[in-house]
């Protein structure tokens, strides 16, 4: 389902850790900072140990940044069950994981029909062969670099050899990263073909969150065109 343009860079910050009793501001300060789109992580406590917010929180959020690309980032168990919602409250890309999902070609067909752009997440744990049947019915495969759950961790390098598999026998696709990820580490995400970048402390935590978009944007940048150069 990847296009045949060659895939840009774009940083998706993750609000999992900013003040979320200011969700909208704090996501409005992420786009002023040259945030690409907003990486929405959804846990229900049940996939994973920990629980965030769901569609209605979504729903309110959308009208106050009507242009804005929500992708979420669906922890949860029983993927299914909230494709409808999360597209009637407006999200733009709907990223499940593989490991909660009994029939992925169904519900890759659900998550277009409702047309949202298709995601398929893999923990750590996962090998990238378990997909490989279905690259047909995707537009993004995110690499977790930590176990999902919680922001803070630490980035996993040895998840870089997925990305790379990925990169070279699917290079037309869109390849996001999320855990761990920030300035300490860019190089080797950006070298090994990651294209859609999700960092959360990183931004979040940072006294100029702009510096630190520019910083991965200028390390993801640099390593597309060093690519295409090789080609
Ligand atoms: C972890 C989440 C991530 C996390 C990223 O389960 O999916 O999106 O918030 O935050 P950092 O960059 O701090 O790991
Ligand atoms: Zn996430």
Request: proline residues 6%; aromatic residues 6%; contains cysteine.
């Amino acid at each position: 389902m990847s296009g045949h343009t060659l895939p840009c860079c774009k940083i998706g910050p993750s609000i999992l850790c900013a003040d979320l009793s200011c969700l909208a501001d704090e996501c409005r300060k992420m786009i002023h900072s040259g945030a690409d789109y907003l990486h929405l992580d959804v846990m229900d406590g049940n996939f994973v140990p920990n629980l965030t917010f769901g569609h209605p929180v979504v729903k309110c959020l959308r009208p106050k940044m009507p242009d804005i690309y929500f992708d979420m980032h669906m922890m949860v168990q029983n993927p299914e069950k909230w494709v409808e919602s999360m597209a009637d409250a407006g999200a733009n890309q709907y990223t499940f994981h593989v490991e909660a999902c009994e029939d992925i070609p169904a519900l890759c067909r659900k998550i277009q029909e409702s047309g949202m752009r298709v995601g398929v997440g893999l923990k750590p744990g996962t090998p990238v062969e378990t997909i490989l049947p279905y690259s047909d019915l995707f537009d993004v495969v995110l690499i977790m670099t930590v176990e999902p759950g919680f922001g803070g961790q630490s980035f996993m390098e040895d998840m870089m050899s997925k990305v790379q598999y990925l990169r070279t026998n699917f290079p037309y696709l869109d390849i996001e990263v999320d855990g761990g990820v920030g300035p300490n580490n860019i190089d080797v995400v950006a070298e090994a073909g990651a294209n859609m970048i999700v960092s959360g402390t990183a931004i979040t935590g940072a006294s100029d969150p702009s510096q630190v978009i520019a910083l991965l944007r200028n390390s993801v940048e640099n390593a597309i065109q060093k690519s295409q150069l090789e080609r």
